[in-house]
């Protein structure tokens, strides 16, 4: 059964969980008004990816209130993604299924595609993490924050990608919502700590089909088998759902539930991946390199090596800005050198702390008793806060940057990093207790969350480095 929210009243609590199935009932009704909603944030979605690109680029003396190129990115980059990144930690993938416009346009494809099989390496279960590493390492190499034309290229070209999935395979489905998007894995495993979902009563169902009720299938448009759907990680929140054969409803669950009770029952090697060395080593990676003195320090040594066996095109030879960053108005190009060690920093720490996460997690499977891949991704999906609130921190990085360049007084932001930080890795830790309470007793749980806390430590070092040591 779901762990409920706490709430002292039981009249308190039952006029609660009927506000909230209202909720779900007011996504399946409203449609309509839903379906313009849709289009709306397609609509400004359009205009925050494409005007800037072709404006020319602002100038160091503007400010986000006199250029819209800078008011753009500081929308889409320093409030639109990080706010979507807590609203699915907090609610689920409402994003996904209700405001997304990739989504949105890739249902609109489907309905008037060719509705074609999916192929099977569609469905290959590693796009998740190759998709999201892929993308991310790009994107830096690129500069997908900082840049217009960049942002245009991958959202652009993910966007274009999401419609043809769409006009090809499926029928009104969300083809490369379920398989492909590049977020999806991120967004799959944030939202098991929501505190929605919606939840399903198999005693109601099968009372239902006994009666001999046929309500006709439910149009889930990213194929989820809602029968037996027990989390909110591959659910998108659209509602289509709510109310179906009386047994299904929006419903409040403790934001622990799913990592704690349901996690561990389904060992996924790719979603382990993604949060051990995707979130927790291709990501941090992304947002450390270019604060890094040692990258610096490397690049000046690689440099003096290069130049004294008389090799200078790596120092010399630059990219197109689609391969390579390459912006001489703003005095920022990436030579081949400079892309080569990007791509080496990124790696270096996805392999230190992935492997350090790794050993650390191996050993707290260990020490709860044999070894058991189950448990190994059970322990794994402690991380999930953590990992999540890391990559708020990078994110909202553009935020103060952008703020502080105009201006404004940051100082309140170095304090909230420290308690998010902190909150997360203390959450993290609380998830590993709980789950090792369910492998071993006694000292072996002890010793066993103690060793998760070394899986902490990589991580929380480099944001504290990112913060406050460089």
């Known amino acids: ?38 289009w709306i944030v397609v609509g400004v979605y359009i205009a925050l990816v494409v005007v800037p690109a072709v404006l020319p680029l602002p100038a160091s003396s ?30 689920g993938r409402v994003w996904c299924g209700v405001f997304c416009p990739e989504g949105t346009l890739s249902q609109f494809a489907s309905r008037h595609g060719c509705g074609g099989a999916i192929p099977k390496w569609v469905q290959w279960p590693g796009w998740p993490f190759a998709a999201f590493a892929l993308t991310t390492v790009y994107g830096q190499l690129v500069s997908v924050y900082q840049y217009p034309q960049p942002a245009l290229l991958v959202l652009g070209g993910s966007t274009l990608a999401a419609m043809l999935a769409g006009y090809l395979w499926g029928r009104d489905k969300r083809v490369w919502c379920r398989f492909l998007c590049p977020v999806n894995g991120v967004f799959r495993v944030l939202a098991k700590l929501s505190l929605f979902h919606f939840r399903v009563d198999p005693v109601a169902w099968e009372r239902s089909r006994r009666s001999g009720i046929k309500p006709g299938p439910v149009r889930c448009a990213p194929m989820v088998a809602i029968k037996t759907m027990r989390g909110a990680d591959q659910c998108q929140m659209c509602g289509l759902c709510s ?19 349901v996690a561990g029952e389904r060992p996924d090697p790719w979603e382990t991946a993604l949060i051990v060395v995707g979130l927790m080593g291709v990501a941090v990676g992304a947002f450390l390199w270019s604060a890094s003195p040692w990258l ?22 630059a990219a197109p800005w689609w391969v390579l960053t390459n912006m ?47 448990r190994f991704h059970h322990l794994a999906q402690a991380l999930i806060p ?20 105009d201006g404004f ?62």
């Not at 109310?243 to 009770?261: D, F, K, Q, V, W």
């Not at 892309?339 to 080496?344: N, Q």
Request: charged share 10%; net charge positive; glycine share 8%.
């Open 243 to 261: 109310g179906y054969r009386g047994a299904i409803r929006l419903a409040l669950r403790s934001p622990n539930h799913e990592i704690i009770n």
């Open 409 to 470: 007084d940051m100082r309140w932001a170095s304090p909230l990093r420290a308690l998010i930080l902190i909150g997360m890795a203390a959450w993290t830790l609380g998830l590993a207790w709980s789950i090792a309470a369910r492998y071993a007793p006694g000292i072996r749980r002890t010793l066993a969350a103690a060793a998760v806390t070394a899986a902490v430590l990589p991580p929380v070092g480099c944001w504290c480095l990112l913060f406050w040591g460089w």
């Open 328 to 374: 001489p108005a703003r005095n920022d190009v990436l030579s081949l050198l400079d892309g080569a060690l990007v791509l080496l920093a990124i790696a270096v720490v996805a392999l230190v702390n992935g492997t350090i996460i790794g050993a650390a997690l191996a050993l707290a499977t260990r020490l709860c008793g044999h070894w058991s891949w189950r």
């Open 62 to 91: 503007d400010h986000i209130w006199s250029r819209v190129s800078l008011l753009a990115r500081f929308v889409f980059w320093g409030v639109w993604w990080p706010l979507v990144l807590v609203a699915t930690m907090l609610i």
């Open 386 to 405: 953590l990992a999540g609130g890391g990559v708020f921190l990078g994110l909202s990085a553009t935020t103060v940057t952008l703020l502080s360049q």
């Open 296 to 317: 610096v320090s490397i690049k000046l040594w690689a440099a003096k090596v290069l130049l004294s066996a008389g090799i200078a095109w790596p120092l010399t030879s």
């Open 1 to 38: 059964m779901d762990q409920p929210v706490v709430i002292p009243s039981p009249a308190l609590r039952d006029r609660i969980d009927l506000a909230v199935a209202r909720v779900g009932d007011f996504l399946l009704v409203r449609r309509s008004a839903i379906q313009a909603v849709q």
